[in-house]
Structures are given as C-alpha cells and as structure tokens.
C-alpha cells in the first residue's frame, strides 16, 4: 500500500511459509515479511520500510513532519502492528477453524485438490486447539478499539492530521484479515471473521479501509 501511495514501480513475490522462508532468511538475515529489496539495499520491517519509502520520494509524506503527528502516527502504527496484528490473526484463525469455505479460499490457489479435500474435512475442534485463542477480554478490547476508530473516521478522512500516513497504512492493511478487501483476489474478497464484517458498529471503518484502497489501487491503474 506504501508503495502504491509512493506511484513507485515495484513487483510483488509472495512468500511460501516455511521452504519459502529459507530463501526469505538467506536474503535478510529473517523470516518474516515484508521485505523489501531496493537495489542492494535489502530492508526488512514495515515501518524501516516506510521510512526508506519517504528518503525517495517525498509525496504523500508517510512519517509527518509535525512532532505532535509523528508521535501520534508512531504510536497508532505501533499497536497496529503488535496488539492488532496478533488479535487479528487469531480472529482470522478461528474463523477459519469454523469454516471450511474460507479455510480453502485462504490457501494459495495451486495448492492440490487432494490436499483442499482434507483440509475442508478437518473438524473444526482439532484446528481451533491447535491455535492460541483470543480470549473474550481481548476481543472485547479489539472491538471497543476498533468501533472507536470506526467513529473517528466517521468524521475525519485520516487518523491523524489532513493527510494519509503510516497510520492509516499499518490500521488498513490489519483491516484486511477481518474483511478481505477487493485486493485480496476474487476468492477472499468480502470473506473474513464474522462478529466484524458483519457488525453494524465497523461499517464506516470497513468502508473507509475500501476507501483507502480504491484511491491507493485505482488511482496508479488508471494512471498505467
Ligand atoms: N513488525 C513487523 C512484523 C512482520 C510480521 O509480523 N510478519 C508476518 C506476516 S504479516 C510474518 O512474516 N509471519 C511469518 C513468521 O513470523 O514466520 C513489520 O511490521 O514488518
């Protein structure tokens, strides 16, 4: 999505959990993503990411310039990043314990139609005791936090200042476990975790999400 913001070129690789990641680590001296690769400077973490982002090109400035913003939008990439990338992750993983549709929609599509029957046929009970469970406190606070977002963006475009930033980034791309946006692919798009997709109280923060990506997605297409 930064990169999208940025109009910068770039190509995507998907990485294969597991072997995948063996070449991740050789590459970055990690295994997590994103990475990215920028001539010989290969960079790892989002937020490193986003900053090197900034050193090319100014516009939108993702790291406002204004302390008071900086701190704001430091602290809201923060916690997207930690407590809400944890909470929905296991959102996301019982849902899918739940559902063998969205269970098969997640894996990547040439996985073999052998090995999509037996995950469909896994019972529910044996996926789920496999995960960490969110525990009712922490779905209580995402939903407190998220509906409170939800009002936020109901009466501003962006978390913080006049202008797109890390922030509105890092909360967006979070968003998108809970609700799979259009840029997800035809097979996610619209699924998610039910309770959050489906609830009244996020509508305004699901539309903006879509907001964000259409101007993000639609803007450099149309442009291409
Ligand atoms: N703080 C890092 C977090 C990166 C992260 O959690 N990546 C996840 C996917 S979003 C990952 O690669 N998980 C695989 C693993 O940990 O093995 C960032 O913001 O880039």
Redesign the pocket.
């Known amino acids: 999505m930064s990169l999208e913001a940025k109009g910068l070129n770039y190509i995507v690789r998907e990485i294969r ?1 597991g072997l995948g ?1 063996l070449a991740l680590f050789r590459l970055s001296g990690q ?4 990475v990215l690769v920028d001539g010989p400077n290969v960079l ?4 490193v990411i986003i900053r090197h982002l900034d050193t090319l090109t100014q516009e939108p400035q993702l790291v406002p310039n204004n302390p008071q913003e900086a701190a704001q939008a430091h602290l809201l990439e923060d916690w997207a ?1 930690t407590t809400l ?1 944890r909470a929905v992750r296991l959102a996301l993983f019982q849902a899918a314990s739940n559902d063998p549709t969205l269970r098969i929609a997640l894996l990547p599509e040439d996985v073999p139609e052998y090995f999509q029957k037996v995950l469909r046929g896994v019972p529910c009970g044996l996926i789920v005791g496999l995960s960490e469970i969110l525990s009712q406190g922490e779905l209580a606070s995402l939903l407190t936090s998220l509906e409170q977002l939800s009002r936020l963006v109901e009466s501003q475009s962006w978390l913080i200042g006049e202008k797109m930033s890390i922030a509105d980034i890092a909360l967006a791309a979070q968003l998108s476990l809970l609700k799979f946006p259009q840029s997800s692919g035809k097979n996610l798009y619209g699924k998610g975790c039910p309770g959050f997709l489906d609830n009244p109280a996020l509508t305004a923060l699901f539309n903006w999400r879509d907001q964000l990506e259409c101007q993000l997605f639609q803007k450099n297409s149309s442009a291409s």
């Open positions: 959990p990641q295994r997590q993503v994103p790892t973490d989002s937020s990043d990338a």
